[in-house]
């Protein structure tokens, strides 16, 4: 081969341009899969808050029970309370804030529902008994997080009013 053949370095730059593609491959799945990660880590937030504010509205129901007595009647009730998104890198005593206009802060909608017990449902040592269902819902993106929870509320001599999960484990 002679010094100044132009395919002399051929080999060396497909080689280069082809360890450039990969290297680039590799970055971008790198940077996806952070992204992916990123995304879940925030989905997982709002699903604790849902599933957080879905057990508060049960333990609301069981107050309005055991602040009833004996005239502990079905009912239910509605909630909405503001959370706002967690935003890492900005100043939160910001002074721009827009107030209730401020993209950021996101409404939850939760509430409860108290309905009659079967006496199925009951333990031998329980009295009576209601059926707790409480739902939070949670913007999130295009859709909605839901959390949903269903409790048996029973009223025993020895223990007075406890809340137990509709289905033992």
């Known amino acids: 081969m002679r010094e100044n053949d132009p395919r002399r370095g051929a080999a060396l730059l497909l080689s280069m341009v082809f360890l450039a593609v990969v290297a680039l491959l590799i970055i971008t ?4 899969r952070n992204i992916m990660a990123s995304r879940n880590l925030h989905r ?6 849902a599933d957080w504010l879905a057990h508060s509205a049960v333990e609301q129901a069981l107050d309005v029970i055991k602040g009833s007595g004996d005239d502990v009647t079905p009912s239910k009730r509605e909630f909405s309370e503001k959370i706002a998104s967690v935003f890492v890198g900005e ?11 401020d993209p950021r802060i996101i409404t939850a ?3 409860y529902q108290i309905s009659n017990l079967g006496e199925d449902l009951l ?7 209601f059926l707790i269902s409480a739902r939070c819902n949670i913007p999130y993106r295009l859709t909605k997080l839901t959390s949903i929870q ?6 025993s001599a020895d223990n007075g009013w406890k809340v137990r999960p509709l289905v033992s484990k």
């Open 29 to 32: 799945a790198t940077v996806n």
């Open 150 to 155: 269903t409790r048996i509320c029973a009223f």
């Open 91 to 101: 100043d939160p005593f910001d002074d721009t804030n827009e107030g209730d206009n």
């Open 44 to 49: 997982g937030f709002y699903k604790i808050q």
């Open 109 to 111: 909608e939760y509430s």
């Open 123 to 129: 333990k031998q040592d329980e009295a009576k008994g």
